[in-house]
């Protein structure tokens, strides 16, 4: 317990100091900047399976994006490495918080024991869930190990060690929320646009995702112990698809996301009723507060004394909205709310005969 202890107060000791160089970045808000991590690279292959090497999919894959990105005229595009060459995984984000970047995407191939795993799946920073996200977090954070001093750069972390995440946890917590809406949008075209076997968005200890100011992932592409997925993630058009379904993603996060972010103008109402009752036919707001995969009761003192608060699952996350109306005045107030009590990266969302929507499908 004593040990604990130690190691919680030295997690929190570091998020203390990532919480003071955070202050120094904020996101771009002339264009929608996005910056594309290439795993791996040079000295470092990655997984090497079927003859295939993972830092040579990866890379093909994420110019790619950022090529359909570009296209964009509001979108701006900058990447950690465009050519072979190693990069410390803590520069990564250096390089996202230096561009003030709106994402992080870091883009990887998977790898198993077996030969018959396969499908995509997409991380965001968090305590492993299952033994397989554990198993391929260890194995993208022993980069490290290749590094020159890595015990001062990573003092504190062991990759063997699952306390060793407890101030991972801390580090993005306020970006979590829209880490998962990324996640859960890539997830989404991979499966409904190329049919890939959906593996989930999930959470795992990655340190590349650990000090990122901003909404931060790790896609896998698919896993190269595979024969059959490693053939389609090396041929031209398995990249290619790959690219169009990640950045299709993040146009539709940005058109959604940033279309509705910004908070209006409106003064607080004070006799808001958030549990005043729906025709269910109509459509209604709820601001979306947070995710997590623990299911916790719906009562104030989890919630920073916020009231009406109601829960979905989906897939590997429940999620947390406070609030009810279909007044879209009364949505932003309530939106503004949630923020004042601390939840920074609360959002607005819609439900539709019971069912989640967009909330451009239901503005005019």
């Given at each position: 317990m004593?040990?604990?202890?130690?190691?919680l107060?030295?997690?929190?000791?570091l998020?203390?100091?990532?919480?003071?160089?955070?202050q120094?970045?904020?996101?771009s808000?002339?264009?929608?900047?996005?910056?594309?991590?290439?795993?791996?690279?040079?000295?470092?292959?990655?997984?090497v399976k079927?003859?295939?090497?993972?830092?040579?999919?990866?890379?093909?894959?994420?110019?790619?994006?950022?090529?359909?990105?570009?296209?964009?005229?509001?979108i701006?595009?900058?990447?950690?490495?465009k050519?072979?060459v190693?990069?410390?995984?803590?520069?990564?984000?250096k390089?996202?918080?230096?561009?003030?970047?709106?994402v992080?995407?870091?883009?990887h191939?998977n790898?198993?024991?077996?030969?018959?795993a396969?499908g995509?799946?997409?991380?965001?920073?968090?305590v492993?869930?299952d033994?397989?996200?554990?198993?391929?977090?260890k194995?993208?954070?022993?980069v490290?190990f290749?590094?020159?001093?890595y015990?001062?750069?990573?003092?504190?972390y062991?990759?063997?060690?699952?306390?060793s995440?407890?101030?991972?946890?801390?580090?993005?917590?306020?970006?979590?929320?829209?880490?998962i809406l990324?996640?859960?949008?890539?997830?989404k075209?991979?499966?409904n646009?190329?049919?890939?076997?959906?593996r989930?968005?999930?959470?795992?200890?990655?340190?590349?995702?650990r000090d990122?100011?901003?909404?931060?992932i790790?896609?896998e592409l698919?896993?190269l112990?595979n024969?059959?997925?490693s053939?389609?993630?090396?041929?031209?058009?398995?990249?290619?698809?790959?690219?169009?379904?990640?950045?299709?993603?993040?146009?539709s996060?940005?058109k959604?996301?940033?279309?509705?972010?910004?908070?209006f103008?409106?003064?607080?109402?004070?006799?808001?009723?958030?549990?005043t009752?729906?025709?269910?036919?109509?459509a209604?707001?709820k601001?979306?507060?947070?995710?997590?995969?623990?299911?916790?009761?719906?009562?104030?003192?989890?919630?920073?004394?916020?009231?009406?608060?109601?829960?979905t699952?989906?897939?590997?996350f429940?999620?947390?909205?406070?609030?009810e109306?279909?007044?879209?005045?009364t949505?932003?107030?309530?939106?503004k709310?949630a923020?004042?009590?601390?939840?920074?990266?609360?959002?607005?969302?819609?439900f539709?005969?019971?069912k989640?929507?967009?909330?451009?499908?239901?503005?005019?």
């Amino acid at each position: 317990m004593i040990t604990m202890n130690i190691k919680l107060k030295v997690c929190l000791v570091l998020f203390s100091c990532f919480f003071l160089v955070f202050q120094g970045f904020s996101q771009s808000k002339d264009k929608f900047k996005v910056v594309l991590d290439a795993g791996h690279g040079g000295k470092d292959p990655g997984a090497v399976k079927n003859g295939v090497k993972e830092k040579d999919i990866v890379l093909a894959v994420t110019l790619k994006v950022g090529e359909l990105l570009e296209k964009h005229n509001d979108i701006e595009i900058a990447y950690t490495r465009k050519t072979d060459v190693f990069i410390d995984l803590d520069k990564r984000p250096k390089i996202a918080n230096k561009e003030k970047a709106n994402v992080f995407v870091s883009i990887h191939c998977n790898s198993a024991d077996g030969v018959s795993a396969n499908g995509t799946e997409t991380f965001v920073l968090g305590v492993a869930r299952d033994k397989h996200s554990m198993e391929v977090a260890k194995r993208e954070n022993s980069v490290i190990f290749l590094e020159e001093n890595y015990q001062e750069k990573y003092q504190g972390y062991d990759p063997n060690n699952p306390e060793s995440v407890v101030g991972l946890m801390l580090l993005q917590g306020e970006y979590k929320n829209q880490s998962i809406l990324l996640a859960s949008a890539i997830q989404k075209d991979f499966t409904n646009r190329l049919k890939r076997n959906n593996r989930g968005v999930k959470e795992a200890g990655y340190l590349v995702l650990r000090d990122c100011a901003m909404p931060a992932i790790l896609v896998e592409l698919g896993f190269l112990s595979n024969k059959v997925e490693s053939v389609y993630l090396n041929s031209q058009k398995g990249k290619n698809e790959l690219a169009e379904s990640i950045a299709n993603a993040i146009i539709s996060y940005k058109k959604e996301h940033y279309s509705y972010s910004e908070p209006f103008a409106y003064s607080m109402v004070e006799d808001v009723n958030p549990t005043t009752t729906i025709n269910q036919n109509e459509a209604v707001f709820k601001v979306q507060i947070s995710a997590s995969t623990t299911n916790l009761e719906t009562i104030p003192q989890n919630f920073k004394g916020l009231n009406a608060i109601s829960k979905t699952k989906d897939g590997n996350f429940y999620k947390y909205f406070y609030g009810e109306t279909n007044n879209y005045q009364t949505a932003q107030d309530l939106l503004k709310q949630a923020k004042t009590k601390g939840y920074n990266d609360a959002f607005l969302t819609a439900f539709k005969a019971g069912k989640q929507v967009k909330v451009s499908e239901v503005i005019n």
